[in-house]
């Protein structure tokens, strides 16, 4: 027998990781209590759940299942420990976090078997994936701890956190949680998957033996409908941090409107894996089996779209299905094996369903010849081709290793396809053209662009979504954004009417006519200003006007009524505009200098019409004017300053993280500094590239009216900036349920803002209330600046990798 054909008839033995000590350990155990202030605790309710084996059936231990009552126990654990936590220094916090790091990379072995037990996914991917990033997590994050101070200045924790997690990569989701809350002072909360809390529980004992101060962390395990929900509606908890379904965040986002919780939503995703005919196709299928077949296709960003250029896709699917007859699937402890098992038979049920339909629907299905084992959940891999873009299986996520292949002739054909989802999660691209790889990149609505590359994370470089895959990052400095807030913000006062006139300042006399004008009693010209829509002055649709008044009660104008259909004409010539994105930052910076300039020249002028509006004096109305122009040269300042950065990730390669504009973005202005108010937010937005429909403060809307003239004379194109005037919380209820508004923020009372929340669900829009709470708009801390620029862009991480 010479070489080569040993090498044809060489099978692979099994080569099983022990998993003795990982057993002893649960039969010591018996059954697990909740992790609450470093102690394990009986759940009130005395009822134990069962966490099984996907891979056997088998049970493997009992975990306890809380109820509302043990989430008070752990939330006020949480909130007592939070008095020190919050105060420790940042060199402490870094030492707890590093040790934690330490322990975890001891126990690698221990944590890598029982997650494979656990979640049926493969040795080698836990091994070698899963554990290593977890450890890599608490170091990044050490060291965020250490240089919180200098690097986050003017932020503060936010409180309690309460973090629920899904069971498709256990430990990892845990620390990508629970790594930069704690990091910045915070205590949490955290609930791990029904399916999957072994490791969760695993690591609360790393939590004792690092020392940590008792309730910093606290873990509790149990069903969604009593741990989930009690966590989610509990009044002492400042943030939810939720990685899970879509259906579940929406849910997640209602039943939280207006409770003042923050809120980050990492959720599903179908993402596009695209393939140009100059791509390397064998390096193509070696991605395309990390796309999708990592971790049994369980993966919320997984390469499930395979969009090919037509001239090579025939090729391309002939090697796939030939390394698909390759794949190995089996026992997830065994390291020769690819593929493991489902984590559940009810996700297997789903799985099979929508393969049954996605057949039904007409597309051909295609499995290798060898058949899964017969005991557990396994699934083949499977590919669908002859797939039409708008069935079920390219639409649905199915969650499982399942591919659907679809084909397209042009670049931008591949754009349209990849964007032809709800969700952006992900992107893969392939080419070896690296120019059409870095031009698509851009064009894909995803948080993670992966460039001859596939599912690779590291913690320096953030994740998240865009699109109803959620909002907020995990990993980089933007995913410590969403466990601080400005510290300024613990002295804010409830809103105060905006009218009130300072004591003593009554300077009427400079609104006054003229003596000329008196003496000829000369009447007003009327001017009613309309709305602002794609650059044009236009009447409502409703033909009627509202009256304003002025600080001291007498009729100052009439503005138009905007209703429904003048909201959606305004966000379609919003959408219509959106090639103001692709302008330069010069470009726009220099349009946001011509606006200063316009109204610099009419500066009298607008300070008397805040005077009328608003009853204040000369002195200060003049202010609001100079603060204004102040704030349109930071803005413009910022316009080409606000960049991304470069991430250096473990890898032979970079991350591009890239500052995007989120699309159209609805602004709701505040009562308080009417012209000061509504550039303060209309000019963040459009100096990172989005579009705007205002409306503006319904009592005072005359200062925003006024800039139609500026903003006309100052090359803004049409249709960047829309306004419609009218009653203000009918108008921003139809912005926060519109389906093609990206944003909205709304600075208005608290009960427009939970309504605001409530709507905003419907499309996952990302939005930004101050749930009736004034800032002061004169100061630049709480008026200008990261909070708003960061508010009006979404990160993409472009992975490039480099070297052959
Ligand atoms: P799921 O939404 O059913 O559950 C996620 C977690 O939320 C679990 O802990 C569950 O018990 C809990 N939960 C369920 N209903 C709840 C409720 N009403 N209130 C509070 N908590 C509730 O999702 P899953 O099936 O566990 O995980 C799969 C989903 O997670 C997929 O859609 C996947 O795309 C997504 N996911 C997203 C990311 C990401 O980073 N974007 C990462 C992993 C998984």
Not at 373 to 399: D, K, R, W, Y
Not at 530 to 555: E, H, M, N, T
Request: aromatic fraction near 8%.
């Amino acid at each position: 027998m010479n070489v080569m054909e040993l090498f044809e008839t060489m099978e692979y033995g099994p080569a099983p990781e022990a998993a003795n000590t990982v057993q002893t350990w649960l039969k010591e155990h018996e059954r697990f209590g909740l992790f609450i202030e470093n102690q394990w605790i009986e759940p009130a309710s005395g009822q134990y759940m069962e966490s099984t084996n996907p891979a056997n059936g088998k049970a493997l231990v009992q975990v306890a299942s809380a109820s509302s009552a043990d989430v008070d126990a752990a939330v006020s654990a949480a909130r007592k420990a939070f008095k020190t936590w919050s105060k420790t220094p940042d060199h402490v916090r870094a030492r707890y976090m590093y040790a934690l790091a330490r322990q975890i990379q001891k126990h690698a072995r221990f944590l890598s078997v029982l997650e494979s037990l656990d979640n049926g996914k493969s040795i080698r991917e836990t091994r070698d994936i899963d554990i290593p990033l977890v450890a890599r997590h608490f170091y990044y994050h050490a060291g965020w701890a250490q240089l919180m101070k200098r690097e986050l200045p003017g932020y503060e924790p936010v409180g309690v956190v309460g973090q629920i997690i899904p069971w498709n990569f256990p430990l990892l989701m845990l620390a990508w949680k629970i790594a930069p809350a704690i990091a910045m002072g915070n205590t949490v909360v955290l609930k791990p998957a029904r399916y999957t809390p072994l490791t969760a529980l695993k690591f609360a004992e790393i939590v004792q033996e690092a020392g940590l101060p008792a309730g910093v962390i606290n873990i509790v395990t149990g069903e969604a409908s009593q741990v989930g929900d009690a966590l989610v509606k509990h009044p002492d908890v400042n943030k939810i941090a939720f990685t899970g379904s879509t259906e579940v965040g929406r849910s997640i986002r209602r039943s939280t409107a207006g409770s003042g919780k923050k809120l980050s939503l990492e959720l599903g995703g179908k993402s596009p894996f695209i393939v140009f005919d100059d791509a390397d196709l064998d390096s193509v299928v070696e991605g395309v089996v990390d796309a999708i077949w990592f971790n049994q296709g369980q993966v919320c960003c997984a390469g499930s779209r395979l969009l090919v250029q037509e001239n090579v896709a025939e090729r391309l699917l002939n090697k796939l299905r030939a390394r698909m007859e390759r794949l190995r699937v089996g026992d997830p402890l065994d390291k020769g094996i690819d593929i493991g098992a489902i984590v559940s038979p009810s996700q297997l049920q789903e799985i099979e369903r929508l393969v049954a339909q996605g057949e039904a629907e007409g597309a051909e299905k295609w499995q290798p010849s060898w058949a899964c084992p017969n005991e557990g959940s396994f699934f083949p891999p499977t590919l669908f081709t002859n797939v039409s873009p708008a069935s079920s299986i390219a639409q649905v996520e199915i969650f499982g290793p399942v591919l659907v292949a679809m084909t397209f002739r042009t670049p931008a054909e591949a754009a349209q396809l990849a964007n032809n989802t709800r969700y952006g999660l992900a992107a893969s691209i392939w080419s070896d053209n690296i120019n059409l790889a870095l031009d698509t990149a851009p064009k894909i609505q995803a948080g993670s662009v992966w460039i001859n590359c596939t599912n690779v994370f590291d913690a320096s470089s953030g994740f998240g979504g865009y699109r109803e895959s959620g909002y907020g990052r995990e990993g980089g400095k933007e995913g410590l954004y969403e466990y601080v807030h400005p510290s300024w913000e613990a002295s804010q006062v409830p809103e105060k009417s905006p009218r009130t006139r300072p004591q003593g300042v009554t300077e009427n006399e400079e609104v006054a006519n003229t003596s000329e004008e008196a003496e000829f009693a000369l009447p007003a010209i009327d001017r009613t200003p309309k709305l602002f829509i794609g650059g044009k002055q236009v009447r409502p649709d409703s033909g009627y006007s509202l009256s304003v008044k002025g600080a001291d009660g007498k009729p100052l104008g009439e503005v138009g009524e905007g209703n429904r259909k003048d909201i959606r004409n305004a966000v379609e010539a919003a959408h219509a505009a959106s090639k103001w994105a692709n302008a330069t930052p010069h470009n726009r910076a220099q349009i946001l200098y011509y606006i200063a300039e316009n109204l610099a020249v009419r500066e009298e002028e607008f300070a008397r019409r805040i005077m009328q509006q608003t009853g204040r004096g000369r002195k200060e109305a003049l202010q609001e004017v100079h603060t204004t122009l102040s704030r349109l040269f930071s803005y413009a300042a910022w316009t080409d300053k606000f960049e991304g950065v470069i991430h250096r990730p473990p890898m032979r390669g970079v991350t591009l993280a890239m500052h995007e504009p989120i699309g159209v973005i609805g602004v709701v202005a505040p009562d308080e500094y009417p012209l000061l108010g509504f550039i303060s937010l209309v000019a963040p937005v459009i100096a990172m590239g989005n579009t705007v429909v205002a409306i503006p403060s319904p009592t005072a809307p005359l200062s925003a009216t006024d800039c139609y003239q500026i903003f006309e004379t100052s090359d803004l194109p049409a249709g960047v900036v829309n306004i419609v005037t009218g009653e203000r919380e009918g108008l921003a209820k139809v912005l926060a349920e519109h389906e093609d508004v990206d944003a909205l923020w709304y600075f208005g009372s608290a009960r427009g803002a939970k309504m605001v929340e409530e709507g905003s669900a419907s499309n996952m829009k990302r939005t930004w209330v101050n749930y009736g709470r004034q800032r002061d708009w004169l100061d630049p801390i709480q008026g200008e600046g990261e909070e708003f620029l960061r508010a009006s862009v979404q990160v993409k991480n472009i992975w490039v990798p480099y070297g052959e």
